[in-house]
Nanobody, 120 residues
C-alpha cells in the first residue's frame, strides 16, 4: 500500500492549489481517504475525508466552502481542491487511507506529505 501526495507549493492569499493523493496497492472502492494537515508547532489534524462507500465528504469548519475533496476511481486518486487560500492554511498536508469505506475510522497508511505555503 502506498499513498503519494503531491501538488503543494507557494501561493498568495486568495489563490488556489489542487492536491493529489495517488493510491497504489489498493482500490479506492473499499477505503475512505482523509486529508490532514500539520502547521509548524501544531498537532496534525483532519481537514477533509471522502467516503468511498457513498461518495459523501466531510470538512472541518475552517475550510468549508473553500476546499472540495473528490475521487477519481479510474486513476485511483483523491484530490483536494483548495480555493481562497489563507495564510492560516499553511501546513504540510497528508493523505491517509481509512480502515474501511466510511470516514471516521482509524487511518492505517499515510502519504509522505506535501507542503502548502500561503503568503499574505
Amino acid at each position: 500500500v502506498q499513498l503519494q501526495a503531491s501538488g503543494g507549493g507557494l501561493v498568495q492569499a486568495g489563490g488556489s492549489l489542487r492536491l493529489s493523493c495517488a493510491a497504489s496497492g489498493f482500490t479506492l472502492d473499499y477505503y475512505a481517504i482523509g486529508w490532514f494537515r500539520q502547521a509548524p508547532g501544531k498537532e496534525r489534524g483532519g481537514v477533509s475525508c471522502i467516503s468511498t462507500a457513498d461518495g459523501s465528504a466531510t470538512y472541518i469548519e475552517a475550510v468549508k466552502g473553500r476546499f472540495t475533496i473528490s475521487s477519481d476511481k479510474a486513476d485511483n486518486t483523491v484530490y483536494l481542491q483548495m480555493n481562497s487560500l489563507k495564510p492560516e492554511d499553511t501546513a504540510v498536508y497528508y493523505c491517509a487511507m481509512g480502515r474501511g469505506p466510511l470516514c471516521g475510522l482509524q487511518y492505517d497508511y499515510w502519504g509522505q506529505g506535501t507542503q502548502v505555503t500561503v503568503s499574505s
